[in-house]
Nanobody, 127 residues
Framework: QVQVVESGGGSVQAGGSLGLSCAGSGYTQNYKFMGWFRQAPGKEREGVAAIYTSSRTGMKYYSDSVKGRFTISTDSAKNTLYLTMNSLKPEDTAMYYC??????????????????WGQGTQVTVSS
């Protein structure tokens, strides 16, 4: 059974940095898309960043709210997806989820087409 497990959440002050990791149970190139999503209390789930692993260049997608501050990357040799978060803001506070899609998704930052989800890791940014 495919599993993805997040790690690396925590608490940081505004302006700080955190890194998240997501370990997959299979080789990441078996997933066409991998992404990071977040959900804050009382808010809808938001796609933060995603990567099309099947492309030669690993096309990346970012929400406007994190563009220029967050970086998504993969290390295929370690079956791991990363999210590097810089210049964090209090509004980045949320539960962050890793997700993987075995097939094509029409919108990489929408969660609908993703098959596998992690349990989530909390990120808290204080002002």
């Amino acid at each position: 059974q495919v599993q993805v497990v997040e790690s690396g959440g925590g608490s940081v002050q505004a302006g700080g940095s955190l890194g998240l990791s997501c370990a997959g149970s299979g080789y990441t190139q078996n997933y066409k898309f991998m992404g990071w999503f977040r959900q804050a209390p009382g808010k809808e789930r938001e796609g933060v960043a995603a990567i099309y692993t099947s492309s030669r260049t690993g096309m990346k997608y970012y929400s406007d709210s994190v563009k220029g501050r967050f970086t998504i990357s993969t290390d295929s040799a370690k079956n791991t997806l990363y999210l590097t978060m810089n210049s964090l803001k209090p509004e980045d506070t949320a539960m962050y989820y890793c997700a993987a899609a075995a097939g094509w998704v029409s919108d990489a930052l929408r969660g609908d087409g993703y098959n596998y989800w992690g349990q989530g890791t909390q990120v808290t940014v204080s002002s």
